[in-house]
């Protein structure tokens, strides 16, 4: 009798994750065709190649900041995937609004982006650097009602013999 019903169960399960899957599977077709993130992001792959660039003529000028929105699983799971992915979106658009010509963005997986950006100067004029683009980020429009979003930074500052992305990415972080 006991076997049975572990065969029952095991079933279910089966079936569950059948259709978890094509939901899954739907919702990545969609995303194809430009429901909710179709935005021109440049990617890892994008970033690297403007990084290994950057080490050949100018490190010493730029920093690659790693950059993370805090809570983001939270805000998934309070407000829904879609409204997940409108973050991602409105959160790279801000960013790429506060850059400079010469300095380059890309989102690195879900709620992670990297950012190649120049020097401003000393510690000091780094420090206020960051300042400002937490709030660019903080102070976007809220037309949804979700809130302020805050995030977390790091920073690596080039050298002018510098490690190779992953190792700058990592220094970053």
Known sequence: MKHIYSKKVFLCFILLLKEAFAVK???ASDMKTGDIIMVDMKDEKWVRERYEEICRTNPEEYMLISLKIKRFRVF???FGREAGDKLIVKV???ISEFLKEGEYLARISGDYYNLLVKVPG????IFHYVIKLNAQIRDMP??????KIYTGMGA?????????????QYNAD
């Open 25 to 27: 599977m739907d919702k």
């Open 76 to 78: 998934n799971r309070l």
């Open 92 to 94: 790279y658009r801000a």
């Open 122 to 125: 000393d510690y000091d004029d």
């Open 142 to 147: 809220d037309e949804e009602g979700f809130g």
């Open 156 to 168: 690596y500052l080039l050298t002018k013999e510098p490690v190779d992305f992953l190792t700058a």
